[in-house]
């Protein structure tokens, strides 16, 4: 199925072998293809990530003039990743750090080597500090078939609406198959967005299969963790991305629900003792803890995985995130939009009507939408059964993050 978030809710080169007039073998394209940006946590900077299928240097050439020569360079390394699947798949993924970026200014690029060059693309460097007010796109469950808010996001995109995206886990429906190649063609059709905006990942179940290995190796996201779980800041908002994934594939190893739950209580700790900088603290991670969904996840059960822990009582989420004051949840999952009151242990507290828990709206998927629960619960703010994503919208200290009703298709 999908993973639950709060409230939020790819057509790549396939390489073929064919034969010529003359019978012999095409040669494998060295042209960049599947490009894509994220935010590396460094202010000035934001880091290209990109596949080959064969190995080539890693460049990308940048400037702020639309045309003409890009005088800037920035070199990066590159790595195999074989895929796990029969045949073995071998791509090439590149990446390249640029670093003192001007804050606000748009920049052209474009990546590759002598070798083969992609086209150009554009992007605006995130401002620094905590004085303005980020607009984000929020969404999870993206499929490579059918996705019916891609057209949408890419017009926003376009329209210059956002400075980043959230994409709240399940990618492609997935991205390890066909031996990797919907993982190919989901990262093609979401070029036109990850190209423009840094497109800042969780992952969801449906990465699970070779141990997350598609995942980790086309997403490059901060710290060391290969995108399992990290944060950085944005405005005045302080981000955190984990995995929720870490509480149902335990065959991967019992040591990362630990592992990742003391850095949780780390990170939170000190953000909680940043308020004056940056006043609110931002989660996502894929499944909810809270849902009224007519389906037997997680979110479903009163003792949820995330919200309690294993077995009930160890490494729960909700003790963790009430403990420092996690000012909004943004979950995936559930194919359907669900807003929640504030609510702790299933009581309903005073608060915004427009937070904190939230399910991003899906974007829409093969698996399509998931029917609620015949009546909503009393925490149950607003539900939608519709596709689309969320915007958000992250004012200054003195108000709350803003989330506009999701678009929907």
């Not at 993973?3 to 960049?32: D, E, H, K, M, N």
């Amino acid at each position: 199925m999908r993973p639950l978030p709060l409230r939020w809710s790819c057509c790549c080169l396939l390489l073929f072998f064919s034969l010529g007039v003359q019978g012999a073998p095409v040669a494998p394209s060295t042209a960049p293809e599947q490009v894509h940006l994220s935010y590396p946590g460094e202010p000035g900077s934001m880091t290209v990530t990109w596949t080959t299928w064969v190995p080539t240097h890693s460049e990308v050439q940048f400037g702020t003039q639309a045309t003409g020569p890009l005088p800037l360079r920035a070199q990066g390394t590159v790595s195999t990743f074989v895929d796990g699947g029969i045949l073995r798949r071998k791509l090439y993924m590149h990446r390249v750090t640029l670093r003192g970026l001007l804050p606000g200014v748009q920049y052209v690029y474009r990546c590759g080597s002598s070798q083969g060059w992609s086209r150009r693309f554009r992007f605006r460097a995130l401002e620094y500090g905590p004085n303005w007010s980020p607009r984000l796109a929020v969404f999870g469950d993206l499929g490579a078939d059918n996705p019916k808010a891609l057209p949408r996001l890419r017009r926003d995109t376009q329209q210059g609406m956002y400075d980043a995206v959230l994409h709240v886990g399940d990618f492609a429906y997935n991205m390890d198959q066909d031996n990797a190649r919907v993982g190919d063609r989901f990262m093609q059709l979401i070029e036109p967005v990850a190209a423009t905006l840094p497109y800042m990942t969780c992952p969801g179940n449906h990465e699970e299969r070779y141990n997350f290995s598609n995942y980790k190796a086309r997403f490059s996201m901060p710290g060391n963790t290969e995108g399992l779980w990290y944060s950085w800041d944005l405005g005045p908002a302080h981000i955190v991305s984990f995995s929720t994934e870490v509480y149902f594939f335990l065959n991967y190893g019992r040591h990362l629900v630990e592992r990742q739950f003391h850095w949780l209580e780390s990170d939170l700790q000190k953000a909680n003792k940043n308020r004056a900088v940056r006043p609110w603290i931002i989660t996502m991670g894929h499944r909810p803890m809270y849902c009224s969904n007519a389906d037997l996840d997680d979110c479903t059960w009163h003792e949820s995985k995330v919200r309690k822990g294993l077995r009930g009582k160890l490494f729960g989420l909700e003790d963790l995130f009430y403990k420092y004051g996690v000012d909004l949840q943004l979950w995936a999952h559930e194919h359907s939009y669900e807003r929640l009151w504030p609510i702790y242990d299933y009581q309903v507290f005073n608060g915004s009507q427009e937070m904190p828990y939230t399910n991003p709206r899906g974007p829409g998927c093969e698996e399509l939408l998931t029917p609620f629960s015949l009546f909503p619960r009393p925490w149950s703010a607003m539900r939608v059964k519709e596709y689309g994503y969320t915007r958000l919208h992250v004012l200054n200290g003195t108000h709350e993050p803003w989330a506009s009703l999701p678009w929907l298709v």
